[in-house]
């Protein structure tokens, strides 16, 4: 799996058509109209996520492996 920061997964998730709702310390929380769930992308810098933190959010938002590149 190609690992991606916090920044990159951000412009893919806004790209796919969620909503940046509010920032709170680290943690960039998004929305998207029809759905109840929240994503919460944490971006430390330009490091990359942790696979399993990348996991969690990919499958929270729907998202696939090619959805990153």
Do not use: Y
């Not at 929240?38 to 499958?59: A, F, Q, V, Y």
């Amino acid at each position: 799996m190609k690992s991606v920061s916090g920044k990159e997964l951000c412009k893919i998730v806004q790209n796919k058509g969620w909503i940046l709702k509010r920032i709170k310390g680290s943690h960039h929380i998004f929305e998207k109209s029809g759905l109840e769930v929240t994503l919460s992308i944490p971006i430390h810098s330009n490091r990359d996520l942790k696979i399993g933190t990348l996991k969690s959010i990919m499958k929270q938002a729907n998202l696939r492996e090619e959805d990153l590149i």
